[in-house]
C-alpha cells in the first residue's frame, strides 16, 4: 500500500482478523442465544396440577381447569355435599395425585374423601395411591376390567415419552376399589346427590362420566369435549358412544366438564353427535360402494378437514364406524 509502512499494514490486517473474529463470534453468540429461546419456547409445560387455582363452577361443583389443554393434564372436578367431597380425576402420578387431595381438604375440611377416575389413562388414574388411606375408591366393573387387561402399560407408554412423565409415574400404581358398581351407582354427599355413570366402551371400555342434577353439572370424561373424540381402546364404538352422547344430551346439561380442555356446555355433547353420526353415515356409504378401509379415511379426513382443523384422531373413529357397518 503506497504512503503506509510495513508495521502499518501488518497492525491492520491483525486489527481486521481481530475484528472478523469478534464479529464471528457474536454472530455464534447470537444463534446459539437464539436457538436456546426457541427452545425454552418450544418445551412442553411440565403435566402438573396447579394449587390454588380452584374454580367454583355452581353451588356444590368445582374444577381445576386444564385451561391451556397441557399434555398430560386433565381437568380436576369436585362435588361437595355436607358431609363428603366426590373428586374426580387425580393427575399423573403420586405428587399430582397429593396436589388434588389437598385441594380437596381445603375445600372441604373434615369431610369424606370420595374418588372416581373418568377412565384409567394415568393423567386421570395413576394418583389415587396418593389420596388418604380412608378415601373411598370408586369403580366401575369396566374399569376394573381394563386394569385387569391392559394393566400399566399405558403408564409405560407414557414414562417413554419424557423423563418428566417418568420421574412422576414410576412406582405409580392402581387404587383398589373400596365401592363398586356395574352401570350406575349413586352418591348422597349430605344435601347432594351425584350419580355416576358407566359410559364404556367409548374412549376407553372404563369411561364413567359424573352427573350432579341440582347443578345440571355434567363431568364428561372424554366421551364430549372441544377437541376430536378419540378413539382409544380395541373396544370403541362409535354406535356405543353416539348411545352415551344421547344418555348426555337427555339430562340437559348447562355446564360440562371434559376431561381436557376448557370447561363449556352441552355444544360439545351435540358437536359430538354432528361428527360421529357423519363419519358413521359416510363411511358406511363408502364401505358399501367397495371402498377399502384407506379409502374411506382418505376420503372422509379430506371432506372433514375444512371443518375439523386437526383430523389426526378421525382415523380411529373411521375404523370404529368400518368395522361396524354392514
Known sequence: ?????????????????????????????????????????????????????????????????????????????????????????TGMGPRNGKVVAAEAQKLAPGHQLYLVTTHVHPEHDLGAEAFPQQTKMIRSADQEKDIAQYGLSMANTFIARSTVNAELLTGANFRTADI??????????????????????????????????????????????????????????VKQWLASLQTFAALKPAIVVPSHGPIGDASYVTGYQSLLTTVRDRTAALKRQGKSLDEVTSTLTAELKPKYADTNRLAGAIRAAYAEAS
Open 180 to 237: 363398586h358398581f356395574d352401570k350406575s351407582y349413586d352418591l348422597d354427599l349430605g344435601g347432594v346427590a351425584v350419580r355416576i355413570l358407566a359410559m364404556g366402551p367409548n374412549h376407553t371400555r372404563g369411561d364413567t362420566a359424573v352427573w350432579v342434577p341440582a347443578d345440571r353439572v355434567l363431568f364428561s370424561g372424554d366421551v364430549a369435549m372441544k377437541g376430536l373424540p378419540s378413539f382409544a381402546s380395541p373396544d370403541s364404538s
Open 1 to 89: 500500500m503506497a504512503g503506509i509502512s510495513w508495521f502499518q499494514e501488518c497492525a491492520a490486517v491483525k486489527f481486521f482478523s481481530l475484528s472478523m473474529r469478534l464479529v464471528f463470534r457474536l454472530l455464534v453468540l447470537s444463534v446459539v442465544a437464539g436457538s436456546l429461546a426457541a427452545a425454552q419456547q418450544a418445551a412442553p409445560k411440565p403435566p402438573m396440577i396447579p394449587s390454588g387455582e380452584m374454580r367454583k363452577l355452581t353451588a356444590h361443583t368445582y374444577a381445576i381447569e386444564d385451561k391451556d389443554t397441557t399434555p398430560g393434564v386433565p381437568n380436576v372436578g369436585f362435588v361437595v355435599g355436607s358431609r363428603g367431597v366426590l373428586v374426580i380425576d
